[in-house]
């Protein structure tokens, strides 16, 4: 981790008006994939966590700031209450950059995730084979899987890729 980033973070967490914009010019300025090469700590981020959702629930938080705030806490690997609806909404966007990250996040802690199939279901047909064998994987990793995780994998049944099958046929599909 950056001492840089560890200062944007501690900005855009910070609740103060100015800082949140300064810090969500640099995040938008970063090149792709830099939380990748230099992820932030998942302490940080869980020490960070209330204000990120008091800013997911604000109503006047700079435009942008949802999608940072669904992506950090899903590069921290955070599954704790309050998360379920940041991913939920990220999913919808299919244009979302991280989708194999939330996804990724909803298989390592399904407990989390009960009855998210609803936002599921539209990404078993994605372009991105990525996303489809994820959501294959995540909804593979289910207990208690709904109608529209059980349509989902109807769906990626009918998928060529190789991966996705694995996947598939351990949903039992």
Same mark, same amino acid.
């Given at each position: 981790?950056?001492?840089?980033?560890?200062?944007?973070?501690l900005?855009?967490?910070?609740?103060?008006?100015?800082?949140?914009? #300064?810090a969500?010019?640099?995040?938008?300025?970063?090149?792709?994939?830099?939380?990748?090469?230099?992820?932030l700590?998942?302490?940080?981020?869980l020490?960070?966590?209330?204000?990120?959702?008091?800013?997911?629930?604000?109503?006047?938080?700079?435009v942008?700031?949802?999608?940072?705030?669904?992506?950090?806490?899903a590069?921290?690997?955070?599954?704790?209450?309050?998360?379920?609806?940041i991913?939920?909404?990220?999913?919808?966007?299919?244009?979302c950059?991280?989708?194999?990250t939330?996804?990724y996040?909803?298989?390592?802690?399904?407990?989390?995730?009960?009855?998210?199939?609803?936002?599921?279901?539209?990404?078993?047909s994605?372009?991105?084979?990525?996303?489809?064998?994820?959501?294959?994987?995540?909804?593979s990793?289910?207990?208690?899987?709904?109608?529209?995780?059980?349509?989902?994998?109807?769906?990626?049944?009918r998928d060529p890729?190789? #991966?996705?099958?694995?996947?598939?046929?351990?949903?039992?599909?």
């Amino acid at each position: 981790m950056l001492a840089a980033d560890k200062k944007v973070f501690l900005d855009f967490t910070s609740g103060d008006s100015e800082k949140i914009k #300064t810090a969500l010019a640099h995040l938008e300025a970063l090149p792709l994939g830099h939380f990748e090469d230099h992820p932030l700590s998942r302490k940080l981020v869980l020490s960070g966590f209330d204000a990120l959702v008091a800013l997911w629930n604000s109503d006047v938080a700079p435009v942008g700031c949802r999608r940072w705030i669904a992506q950090l806490v899903a590069d921290a690997r955070i599954a704790a209450t309050g998360v379920k609806p940041i991913v939920q909404q990220a999913l919808g966007d299919r244009s979302c950059s991280y989708l194999p990250t939330l996804l990724y996040l909803i298989g390592s802690n399904p407990e989390s995730f009960e009855g998210i199939g609803e936002s599921l279901l539209p990404l078993a047909s994605h372009p991105d084979r990525e996303v489809r064998w994820r959501v294959a994987w995540a909804i593979s990793k289910m207990k208690q899987r709904d109608s529209h995780m059980m349509q989902a994998i109807k769906i990626l049944a009918r998928d060529p890729d190789s #991966t996705t099958k694995v996947y598939v046929r351990e949903c039992g599909a």
